[in-house]
T-cell receptor
Framework: GAVVSQHPSWVICKSGTSVKIECRSL??????MFWYRQFPKQSLMLMAT?????????EQGVEKDKFLINHASLTLSTLTVTSAHPEDSSFYIC??????????????FGDGTRLSIL | QQQVKQSPQSLIVQKGGISIINCAYE??????FPWYQQFPGKGPALLIA?????SEKKEGRFTISFNKSAKQFSLHIMDSQPGDSATYFC???????????FGKGTRLSVIA
């Protein structure tokens, strides 16, 4: 089955540093990728949608300069949390749809990245 | 505005029992309704999904019931097992490549 690989699975860093999270579709071409944020015991909150070769579309309230998204190829999207602070600590999850998604196929999720900012 | 309402928030079921989780949606343009299972520290995994042209879909112990007129759908887990203990999310979207809209989740605990 389709696999989405997310790396790293866990990162701890100091306040003020930037952190990059990678999301790869391993056996399919992902024309659309989504980035979610999830707080403990809460649902997934959509941060942004990215289409390959285009600028990402950010949800209301999400700072595009804080959360930089790049979807440069059909198999890779990256989320960079710039100048991270403790309030950015969260579980970040990426998701991908296959090329030609028509609404009748599954959307595949990565295993998430736990980000802890000290 | 929450477009997909999920209940209950938490559920405790005896081993072997039936777990039932309900969702209601508002947007009549939705035409794809998946259920996801999430274990702690992991991403959501697709469990089962349904389109509105059928009223029920069954895969093993998992069944989705869909009521288009009421704009409701539910997940039934038959013969619930301790290994089913997880958080379950219903979701909805349409064929226009809009993002999935998630319910708030249900934490299921199956006790022996």
């Amino acid at each position: 089955g389709a696999v989405v690989s997310q790396h790293p699975s866990w990162v701890i860093c100091k306040s003020g540093t930037s952190v990059k999270i990678e999301c790869r579709s391993l056996d399919f071409q992902a024309t659309t990728m989504f980035w979610y944020r999830q707080f403990p015991k809460q649902s997934l909150m959509l941060m942004a949608t990215s289409n390959e070769g285009s600028k990402a579309t950010y949800e209301q309230g999400v700072e595009k300069d804080k959360f930089l998204i790049n979807h440069a190829s059909l198999t890779l999207s990256t989320l960079t949390v710039t100048s991270a602070h403790p309030e950015d600590s969260s579980f970040y999850i990426c998701s991908a749809r296959d090329r030609g998604w028509t609404g009748n196929q599954p959307q595949h999720f990565g295993d998430g990245t736990r980000l802890s900012i000290l | 505005q929450q477009q997909v309402k999920q209940s209950p928030q938490s559920l405790i079921v005896q081993k072997g029992g039936i777990s039932i989780i309900n969702c209601a949606y508002e947007n009549t343009a939705f035409d794809y309704f998946p259920w996801y299972q999430q274990f702690p520290g992991k991403g959501p995994a697709l469990l089962i999904a349904i389109r509105p042209d059928v009223s029920e879909k069954k895969e093993g112990r998992f069944t989705i019931s869909f009521n288009k007129s009421a704009k409701q759908f539910s997940l039934h887990i038959m013969d619930s097992q301790p290994g089913d203990s997880a958080t379950y999310f219903c979701a909805a979207t349409n064929s226009g490549n809009t993002p999935l809209v998630f319910g708030k989740g249900t934490r299921l605990s199956v006790i022996a």
